[in-house]
């Protein structure tokens, strides 16, 4: 696990994973209620499933918002040649906390906890892209 690519590859590994199980939890409560899937052509438009479901939904598109600032780093840092063994740690880190974050928002979604989480993984992007500015200097 020396390349830093591959934290990078792992996330997108957790993305593709909620996606399945966000349609498994998502195709059988539309089933369940009836919905037909035309009805859900708008966003917002699904807001009548359960929580549980929803919640899902909504960790796969974190999943799709944050972690775009991060293999955009990934890759700076990997083309820039400055991987080194801190940034790889920080990778993993980072990788480890939206594991945690996807954990908490799919299951019990304690807000406090969810935001506690997501404001470490920030921390740890600014680490990582604070090194990177200071490589400029």
């Given amino acids: 696990m020396t390349s830093m690519l591959t934290p990078a590859l792992a ?6 994973l909620v996606w399945v199980f966000m349609y498994a939890t998502r195709i059988p409560a539309m089933q369940k209620m009836g919905i037909n899937p035309q009805d859900a052509r708008h966003p917002g438009s699904l807001t009548a499933l359960p929580g549980s479901v929803r919640q899902v939904a909504d ?3 974190h999943l799709m918002e944050q ?11 990997v083309l820039s040649g400055h991987t080194d063994e801190l940034h790889i740690m920080l990778a993993w880190a980072y990788v480890v906390l939206r ?4 954990a908490v928002q799919c299951t019990v979604n304690v807000v406090t906890a969810r935001f506690l989480v997501f404001a ?5 992007l600014m680490a990582m892209a604070g090194r990177e500015l200071l490589f400029l200097l």
């Fill in 67 to 77: 972690p775009t600032i991060f293999y955009a780093l990934v890759f700076y840092i």
């Fill in 59 to 61: 960790n796969y598109n």
């Fill in 99 to 102: 594991v945690a974050h996807t």
């Fill in 11 to 16: 996330l997108i590994a957790l993305t593709l």
């Fill in 120 to 124: 470490l993984s920030t921390f740890v």
